[in-house]
């Protein structure tokens, strides 16, 4: 099985996403601290700063490590994609099962000219990230006609089975 390598712009997106995350986690931690600060006592300060150093470093390391990580795969039977950062995710759904199409964007995947593609099964969502805009519409072309197809076959069947 051959498996997809995303953009190199998407890593930039990753990074923008995660200092996004690093700014308002520790805003909401700086209020926190300013406002109730002087009645806690210093391990609790310590600790806060502790957090905000290891969100630092999350910051830094982390949209690497996911980018190198993150593959998937569409084939006339599935949709599997790997993602993660500490634990790495498998997410495999069949083709017939596929109940939903949709593309998303975000605001920081607008300025990077990236969207996903979200497939909806009984089951949940599988997303498929960071994906450059125009292989996002092509994805859910290709997959809409695999559905369609799928849709026929068991039609077909279905009378072949009342003839």
């Not at 391990?43 to 630092?56: A, C, E, S, T």
Request: charge should be neutral; proline fraction near 2%; include cysteine.
């Amino acid at each position: 099985m051959k498996y997809e390598k995303l953009n190199k712009k998407s890593i930039s997106c990753m990074f923008v996403a995660s200092l996004v995350q690093f700014l308002v986690s520790s805003s909401i931690l700086f209020v926190i601290w300013f406002i109730f600060g002087h009645h806690f006592p210093q391990i609790v300060v310590n600790i806060m700063i502790g957090l905000v150093l290891l969100d630092f470093l999350y910051l830094i390391v982390s949209p690497k490590i996911r980018y190198e990580r993150y593959r998937y795969s569409i084939t006339e039977d599935a949709i599997d994609v790997k993602e993660g950062f500490i634990f790495i995710e498998r997410s495999i759904v069949p083709i017939e099962r596929l109940h939903k199409i949709a593309i998303e964007k975000g605001p920081i995947d607008r300025v990077f000219k990236l969207s996903k593609v979200i497939v909806t099964t009984a089951g949940g969502d599988v997303t498929i990230k960071f994906l450059e805009d125009e292989k996002s519409e092509f994805i859910a072309d290709t997959l809409k006609k695999k559905i369609n197809e799928v849709a026929i076959e068991s039609r077909l069947e279905k009378l072949d089975d009342l003839l």
